[in-house]
């Protein structure tokens, strides 16, 4: 997958806590990026779970890798410049798409909304409440997307079921075996794509800064473990 040269850094984005910046393409395509304004922990977490989810066809946005040059984010103004220069990683926008409201929740199909909590338990995601869904819709189409809190190493199953924005769903896919059973048999199929994602991951993500002297904090093999608890047969267990 070619990089994607990123010619002009417009705004930081209107939501999301972890503020990724609206950017042009050299595509003319617009992208929300995250850089060194996040942390290289973060874009391991989005590359390898973007990755993960197409596996699974949940409806993400395209996404690729961009690069921004050292002299555009030199030239960039101060709101700006934490965005940093190297390799980030760019979610494409979606047109017309909105950010989904708690009373919108009823209209996205309950089938699609067990398919996003079991993706959810699955990498450990306890970032999608009714306050910070990162979720879009568009009255015909979910978008699901930010998956930098993935992995959570405090993942506590009680308060995700109590917070997930689709939580009514979620306790109708733990009451439901057949269906825990064919999500759990689907997540084993995909375990091999986190070492080809990690693995195609820019180097330049295993450093803090540009210069390559501060290690960063990405550590993949918990992370994969978190994942292969889908073989076990207590992976739906709640304490």
């Not at 949940?58 to 555009?72: A, M, S």
């Not at 220069?85 to 494409?92: E, H, N």
């Not at 997930?164 to 733990?174: G, P, T, V």
């Not at 800064?209 to 290690?215: G, I, Q, R």
Request: with cysteine; aromatic share 14%; hydrophobic share 40%.
């Amino acid at each position: 997958m070619d990089r994607v040269q990123i010619k002009e850094v417009i705004k930081p984005a209107d939501q999301g806590f972890s503020r990724p910046f609206l950017c042009r393409g050299a595509d003319d395509d617009f992208y929300y990026v995250k850089g060194r304004n996040t942390t290289p922990d973060s874009m391991y977490k989005e590359w390898i779970c973007a990755h993960l989810a197409t596996a699974l066809a949940l409806p993400i946005p395209e996404f690729r890798i961009v690069e921004l040059d050292p002299e555009l984010v030199e030239a960039l103004p101060p709101d700006l410049a934490p965005i940093d220069s190297g390799p980030a990683f760019g979610s494409r926008k979606v047109p017309r798409a909105l950010w989904l409201e708690p009373a919108s929740v009823n209209q996205v199909p309950a089938a699609l909304q067990r398919r996003v909590v079991a993706f959810d338990w699955w990498i450990r995601n306890t970032d999608r409440t009714v306050y910070n869904p990162n979720l879009l819709f568009d009255q015909e189409s979910l978008v699901v997307f930010d998956h930098n809190n993935a992995f959570d190493t405090d993942f506590d199953p009680e308060n995700f079921l109590a917070n997930h924005i689709f939580k009514d769903e979620a306790r109708n896919l733990f009451s439901d075996y057949i269906e825990r059973e064919f999500f759990q048999e689907c997540f084993e199929r995909p375990l091999p794509i986190f070492d080809e994602a990690f693995d195609t991951a820019p180097p330049e993500w295993k450093w803090y800064d540009t210069d390559a002297t501060v290690p960063g904090n990405f550590a993949p093999r918990p992370c994969k473990e978190a994942l292969e608890t889908c073989l076990n047969r207590s992976f739906w267990n709640m304490p």
